[in-house]
């Protein structure tokens, strides 16, 4: 009697488990778009990407998802084609098949995000988990066939898309001629790389309409032998300030540091540990402002998109003004006319100094934030808590882009005058992007 009693009890818990039917309320949660992009953010992380190289995955899995939405809900959101270069029609869901919007956009964005650059099948485990929980919530077969069919349709046009980048074509380029030229960047410690991604200017801009649309100033001329001239006067006020950085200041460039990968060096020992890149750093900060401004989960994944596109751009654009000038960093310049033995807070990047690429992304990303959530909104970024950094809070996303430019000179790693003109041209560029691109109706 005992058995049959368990056996009845077993069918109704199995019975009560396959008759969920709330599947909508996992796959239209918003925090679980945030959560994807996350797990995105930690695989970029695990797989070294530089910065300038977890852009373009950011972007293309953002746009994968944002085109399933805007052809999912064609009466609140406008497709990319035909406004992003290079990017024509994207297929629209089949009429009369039961498509989950939702979950087709999450599933455009993790098959984006692992074949833009990643090895096959990074993002695999995560999907799979997905897939079942929707089925154990009661997501029948038929729907969630024709939602990865859907999904599956988008990824193919966005991955052909990509293919048409130049990215591949700039792996085989020559690598960047280490002259020593005073002024001229060269490689520095601990790792000595070689400059990295020399020629992402020629990587297919999204909608400004070249890398040199907004070319900036040229930098102070290399002189240190004048101690009245601007450079000089440059070297030294960075010397001094990280020669005698407070606790709060130290807090800001390390909150800022975003280094993927930093080799530590201790004796004969050395050993790297990772954090976010800038753009991992400021897809958090979406997804903390979208929970802070209860978007739904379209709206959520429009403020992905566009913030990606923005930083896209901006990282062409800056790159093209890091290898026309090919400026020394400060380190490079204070070790061989001022002090052998002085070092930067932070570790030093493996490219050169002007303009400086987190000053610029920080302020275009701050006015595609800023339109999206409206100006003074106020939030606390937790975004380091995982790699032991306080949180800081903010009055606006340009009051961060504005502490992120102080938090580059602060860290020892960019002039003071370079941060002012990459925030002032990285306001420039986002502003551009989001006169021109149309994304939301109104």
Known sequence: MKNLLAITGLCLVMFSCNTKKDYQKYSNDPLLFSNTVHELNTVVMGNNFPPIIASRNYMYASVAAYEVIANGYPEKYISLGGQLHGLDNVPKPEAGKKVNIEFASILAYCKLGEAVTFPEGSMQQYVDSLKTLMTDHGMSSDELKNTIAYADAVSTVILKWSKKDNYAETRTYPKYAVIDTPGRWVPTPPMYAQAMEPHWRLIRTLVIDSANQFTPPPPPPFNMKDKNSL??????LIKNAVDSLNDEQKHIANFWDDNPFKLNVSGHVMFGTKKFSPPGHWMSIV???????????VSTVYAYAITAITQFDSFIHCWDEKYRSNYARPETVINKYVSAEWRPLLQTPPFPEYTCGHSTVSASNAEALTAVFGDNFAYTDTSELEFGIP??????????????????????IHFHHSCIISTEYGKKVGDFIINKIKMKKS
């Open 391 to 412: 949180s800081r809070s903010y009055k606006s996303f340009r009051d961060a882009a504005i502490e992120n430019n102080w938090a580059r000179f602060y860290g020892g």
């Open 231 to 236: 450079y000089y006067k440059e070297v030294m």
């Open 287 to 297: 997804g903390i402002a979208a929970k802070k401004a209860n978007f739904d989960f």
